[in-house]
């Protein structure tokens, strides 16, 4: 079993320089490896062949809907399930056949799994005292752990006297309080209301920083996953299909699942009609004319593909623009008023439903649209993809 | 307030009155003066004093007591073993059958489960020597197998509703499974070992029937010692260890409905 799949390496350069960061130089020694990890239950394969390298500091995040076989891989990692084929090796050890509770690794369950028999202080203390640390050396230890959060002051409250927000804190807290080499966190914001979750977003990031750990994330929220991870790898059907940087997963996704899975996307089918090096155009019926995006592909002559096109990129006008590429004409079917922006949607003449939306820089737009208006819809050379799978 | 319908309180007062007049009945004859037990001759304590005269009835409530307190102890401990097994063990050949097996003591008539019993220990007396006789040993056995299974299906059902993830939370915070189940499954299960062992020590004091089969002579319990004095004639004195047995029972009843009711809001407010 050698054949393991190439990540994904832009622009890698061989020099080990310290802005450069280690996933992207090629002499690199991942923290974590995990080699063509395959897991059935019964006739289901719910994780396919992945191989992945996370590399030291990192916040890798592992984005997937349900059923998708994030979990299953994080599980494995903690050594809850264990992998029907394929080798995970942590800091260079192979953790086959090491239990659970033998592993330099810790987990912040999604439902928290606080022991709600035991004290805030007594929940974060339970990891040390299995290590048989002294009782002053757990006593400094937690308070440490409980200021980090800032829960100083509650370490004698029960779990069910503390609030969702509060419970998730401890629940890092105890997970981070054994300084694990890597730590896996199960939805971490998943049950934390909308300011709460932005809130404790960058609070993440701060800890993550400051204790040097390497984070494993599995999370089905897209703005999660943007925000916190220095990589993202997005899972379907139990493959990884793309691991990359949150810019470059939303701005170059490598398919059509990637495109439609992170944030909202216009696909334009077409067929390829001129392919150079530099530049493609495509004829697609949908968008009603062609297409001009200025990156080559490699695809055969004639081939069908799709266009993706982010609808923060396209530009609204009742005037036809002063460019001939990449301009189509429409009707706006809907508005949204979302207070920081405005979506349209508007309707071609080949019945396609084109998504736009505009920032509101100023108090009373510019520009008014209205239902029912017709408008030209046009967009930079640069600013599609071209989409083979 | 919504008020309720006549038919409803007419049920729920038909049914408490179905449940509690035979006890009340019961209670109030236990005062009585008069010796004849339908007869009323006026409010007296002398039958409680007559009572704990009688050697026969104290020496046989002491017995039910202690085989109560030691089968309920026993039936506690096997049975929790055997709910953890099948709520944890996960599938495993024959986990049907040992299920099945583990509470076909709840659905057997009583007389089958003696009848059985005594037919194995005598087959085991004559083949391995013990149990020499029949006594208290032999009751008490008798007793565990029945009451397991009331503690097993208990158990079964609160780890079946207990979050498994505090296990795996435990396990991954470097618990080995041993010291695991002491540190947080045992403290999370409590409630229903405790009233586990409740269940078993009442049903331990109250059989009559298995207790009959499996006995030997000079080893009769409580419900086997009234239910020789009743069949020569009811006593006043049987009237008043009723009622003291009640006024016990009622008070274990109710201190274990506070613990569960305190459990319960402390796991509902976690939820």
């Known amino acids: 079993m050698t054949s393991s799949q190439p990540i994904d390496t832009q622009n890698a350069t061989a020099t080990a320089n310290s802005n450069v960061p280690l996933w992207k130089q090629q002499d690199a020694e991942p923290f974590l490896k995990i080699e063509n990890i395959t897991k059935k239950f019964g006739e289901f394969t719910a994780v396919d062949n992945i191989s992945l390298d996370i590399y030291k500091n990192e916040l890798f995040c592992l984005l997937g809907g349900s059923g998708s076989g994030k979990s299953t891989l994080l599980r494995m990692l903690a050594g809850f399930e264990s992998p029907t084929s394929g080798r995970i090796l942590i800091d260079g050890v192979d953790m086959a056949g090491v239990q ?25 203390a339970f990891g040390l005292k299995r290590e048989g640390a002294s009782k002053h050396e757990v006593k400094k230890r937690v308070a440490e752990m409980l200021d980090m959060v800032q829960l100083g002051h509650l370490g004698k409250r029960k779990p069910h006297q503390l ?15 054994k300084r694990p080499k890597l730590l896996l966190l199960d939805e971490p914001l998943g049950a934390l209301d909308k300011k709460l979750r932005e809130e404790t977003q960058f609070e993440l990031i701060n800890i993550q920083e400051e204790l040097g750990v ?3 994330v599995v999370t089905h929220d897209q703005e999660e996953a943007m925000t916190l991870s220095t990589r993202i790898g ?6 990884i299909v793309q691991t990359d940087e949150p810019h ?22 077409g067929k390829v009609v001129e392919d150079q090096p530099a530049h493609v155009r495509i004829d697609s019926a949908e968008a009603g004319g062609t297409l001009f995006v200025n990156h080559g592909i490699s695809c055969a002559p004639e081939q069908i593909v799709h266009v993706a096109l982010r609808p923060e990129k396209i530009k609204i006008s009742h005037n036809r623009p002063d460019q001939t590429e990449n301009c189509i004409q429409g009707v706006i079917e809907e508005i949204a008023y979302m207070g920081s922006l405005s979506v349209f949607k508007v309707r071609l ?13 100023t108090r009373h737009m510019g520009e008014r649209f209205t239902w029912e208006d017709k408008v030209f819809l046009s967009w930079d050379e640069d600013s599609s993809v071209v989409l083979t799978s | 307030m919504q008020r309720k319908s006549l038919f409803l309180r007419f049920s729920a007062g038909f049914g408490f009155l179905f449940l509690y007049a035979p006890i009340i009945a019961l209670i109030i004859y236990s005062f009585n003066k008069s010796k004849l037990v339908t007869v009323w001759g006026g409010w007296s304590l002398k039958w409680y004093s007559e009572l704990f005269q009688n050697d026969q009835i104290i020496d046989a409530a002491l017995l039910s007591l202690k085989i109560a307190f030691i089968s309920a102890t026993v039936a506690v401990v096997l049975g929790t073993m055997a709910g953890y097994v099948l709520s944890r063990f996960g599938p495993f050949r024959g986990k049907m059958i040992f299920s099945g097996w583990i509470t076909a003591p709840l659905v057997m008539p009583e007389v089958i489960t003696g009848l059985s019993l005594l037919l194995l220990f005598v087959a085991l007396e004559g083949m391995f020597g013990w149990p020499s006789g029949r006594g208290t040993g032999t009751i008490i ?18 780890l079946s509703s207990m979050d498994e993830t505090l296990e795996e939370a435990a396990m991954d915070l470097g618990a080995k499974p041993s010291s695991l189940f002491f540190l947080v499954t045992l403290p999370l299960i409590a409630p229903a070992i405790i009233s586990g062992w409740l269940l078993s020590f009442t049903l331990s004091l109250d059989d009559l029937v298995i207790a009959s089969f499996v006995s030997g002579p000079g080893n009769s319990t409580l419900p086997m010692v009234i239910f020789s004095k009743v069949r020569l004639g009811v006593t006043p004195e049987v009237n008043a260890l009723a009622t003291i047995m009640i006024a016990i029972v009622a008070i274990g009843v109710i201190a274990a409905m506070f613990q569960m009711r305190r459990q319960a809001r402390l796991l509902a407010k976690l939820d």
């Open chain 1, 248 to 269: 470059d997963v939303y701005e170059y996704p490598n398919s059509r699942f990637v495109a439609e899975f992170i944030g909202s996307v216009n696909l334009f089918e």
């Open chain 1, 100 to 124: 659970p509770w033998k592993r330099p690794v810790n987990m912040m369950f999604q439902s928290y799994a606080l022991f709600p028999h035991l004290s805030v202080a007594d929940n974060v």
């Open chain 1, 234 to 239: 997005v899972m379907n059907h139990g493959v």
């Open chain 1, 214 to 216: 390497t984070f494993v």
């Open chain 2, 141 to 158: 056995i008798a007793h565990v197998t029945f009451c397991m299974a009331y503690v097993a299906v208990i158990v079964q059902a609160r």
């Open chain 1, 163 to 177: 609030s969702g927000g509060q419970r998730q804190r401890v629940a890092l807290a105890r997970s981070l309080v």
């Open chain 1, 349 to 361: 003449p080949s019945g396609k439903e084109v998504r736009v939306t505009q920032p509101n820089f």
